[in-house]
């Protein structure tokens, strides 16, 4: 195995990982509010299609990311007024979102597009291109030197070939989940809002004795859960693949809450556990390199089910004592 090799790898690892970073960090938000969301994989679902179907419309993955957003928002209120206005079953209402996104794309999208649930490809300015940073070598030099750009990273430095393949080239959307994560930590640990929102999903009755709307800083938090599964599902549609396909989340947004829990509910441990999620999924794609260590031929079958074996061990408890908000999925009632 070279140096190369692995790079590659963990390439691939911050590619797969980053729409579980953004799924990952909406739920923090707002199981850290006291308002458990499972419904994290329909969000991201329905912003997924609605964002390749806008792209494909309009010719912009700008436009396509905005619709993305709108409509995971619009799940989120809706689970917002079931599980904060009515107090109904935070978990049912998750559930419910699920299926209604996974019928309702599928359903759309053979409407509009006749092509067996799936948007047509994305081409051009309908998909984000990769962000070629300085000193970095990328297309455009591969194209002036006229060689492939593969071949002028396998033959540069180890120094040249971390910057060029890890750190440059990517979506600009990866580099903003890697600053929301910063953002995260800083509005939950430094702001007064961060402040307030984590009391209402430890001890919500103390938050409201001291004058805070209970309900406003719940509202805020599954807004800002659907925003970021909107960045989530749209950088699957828009970015790591060109369209969207049916189910294509692929229980991604199960794996998130796993990484969450795995995590603690804190940020920065949250982008870690969601990398070593896309590390475990990046493995799919080069079996080589495992039976390159191993010395025995490993079925991709194995390795593809790697994160959701995890998810299961998990979920199971055997990373440890995972203590959520006191208050989490319990709606609030004003006493009188």
Same mark, same amino acid.
């Given at each position: 195995?070279?140096?190369?090799?692995?790079?590659?790898?963990?390439?691939?690892?911050?590619?797969? =990982?980053?729409? #579980?970073?953004? *799924?990952?960090?909406?739920?923090? $938000?707002?199981?850290? %509010? @006291?308002?458990?969301?499972? !419904? +994290?994989? =329909?969000?991201? #679902?329905?912003? *997924?299609?609605?964002?390749?179907? $806008?792209?494909?419309? %309009? @010719?912009?993955?700008?436009? !396509? +990311?905005?619709?993305?957003?709108?409509?995971?928002?619009?799940?989120?209120?809706?689970?917002?007024?079931? %599980?904060?206005?009515?107090?109904?079953?935070?978990?049912?209402?998750?559930?419910?979102?699920?299926?209604?996104?996974?019928?309702?794309?599928?359903?759309?999208?053979?409407?509009?597009?006749?092509?067996?649930?799936?948007?047509?490809?994305?081409?051009?300015?309908?998909?984000?291109?990769?962000?070629?940073?300085?000193?970095?070598?990328?297309?455009?030099?591969?194209?002036?030197?006229?060689?492939?750009?593969?071949?002028?990273?396998?033959?540069?430095?180890?120094?040249?070939?971390?910057?060029?393949?890890?750190?440059?080239?990517?979506?600009?959307?990866?580099?903003?989940?890697?600053?929301?994560?910063?953002?995260?930590?800083?509005?939950?640990?430094?702001?007064?809002?961060?402040?307030?929102?984590?009391?209402?999903?430890?001890?919500?009755?103390?938050?409201?004795?001291?004058?805070?709307?209970?309900?406003?800083?719940?509202?805020?938090?599954?807004?800002?859960?659907?925003?970021?599964?909107?960045?989530?599902?749209?950088?699957?549609?828009?970015?790591?693949?060109?369209?969207?396909?049916?189910?294509?989340?692929?229980?991604?947004?199960?794996?998130?809450?796993?990484?969450?829990?795995?995590?603690?509910?804190?940020?920065?441990?949250?982008?870690?556990?969601?990398?070593?999620?896309?590390?475990?999924?990046?493995?799919?794609?080069?079996?080589?390199?495992?039976?390159?260590?191993?010395?025995?031929?490993?079925?991709?079958?194995?390795?593809?089910?790697?994160?959701?074996?995890?998810?299961?061990?998990?979920?199971?408890?055997?990373?440890?004592?995972?203590?959520?908000?006191?208050?989490?999925?319990?709606?609030?009632?004003?006493?009188?």
């Amino acid at each position: 195995m070279q140096f190369l090799d692995i790079v590659q790898l963990l390439d691939t690892s911050i590619r797969l =990982g980053t729409p #579980l970073l953004f *799924a990952c960090l909406a739920g923090l $938000f707002s199981e850290r %509010s @006291g308002v458990v969301d499972i !419904g +994290l994989e =329909g969000k991201m #679902l329905i912003a *997924a299609f609605f964002s390749a179907a $806008f792209a494909y419309y %309009s @010719g912009n993955a700008w436009v !396509g +990311l905005l619709a993305g957003i709108a409509a995971s928002v619009l799940l989120a209120v809706i689970h917002g007024l079931a %599980s904060i206005t009515f107090r109904g079953n935070q978990l049912i209402s998750g559930v419910a979102i699920n299926f209604l996104a996974a019928g309702m794309t599928v359903l759309i999208a053979q409407s509009w597009f006749k092509q067996g649930g799936r948007t047509p490809p994305l081409t051009g300015n309908g998909r984000f291109g990769n962000v070629e940073l300085p000193f970095a070598i990328g297309p455009s030099d591969a194209e002036a030197a006229g060689r492939p750009l593969s071949q002028m990273i396998a033959e540069a430095g180890p120094v040249q070939q971390f910057y060029s393949e890890l750190i440059s080239g990517h979506s600009i959307l990866v580099y903003l989940g890697l600053i929301t994560v910063a953002a995260t930590w800083w509005i939950l640990f430094r702001t007064r809002f961060g402040l307030r929102l984590r009391a209402v999903g430890e001890n919500p009755a103390a938050v409201d004795t001291a004058g805070v709307s209970v309900i406003q800083l719940r509202y805020a938090a599954v807004l800002i859960c659907g925003v970021l599964c909107g960045l989530a599902g749209a950088y699957m549609a828009t970015s790591l693949q060109a369209g969207f396909v049916k189910d294509m989340t692929a229980g991604r947004g199960f794996i998130a809450l796993a990484a969450l829990i795995f995590a603690k509910w804190r940020p920065v441990y949250a982008m870690w556990a969601c990398m070593l999620f896309g590390f475990f999924q990046a493995l799919e794609t080069r079996p080589d390199l495992i039976e390159a260590v191993i010395g025995m031929k490993v079925q991709i079958q194995l390795l593809g089910a790697l994160p959701y074996i995890l998810t299961v061990v998990i979920l199971a408890g055997f990373i440890g004592k995972a203590i959520p908000p006191k208050a989490s999925a319990e709606p609030y009632i004003k006493e009188r």
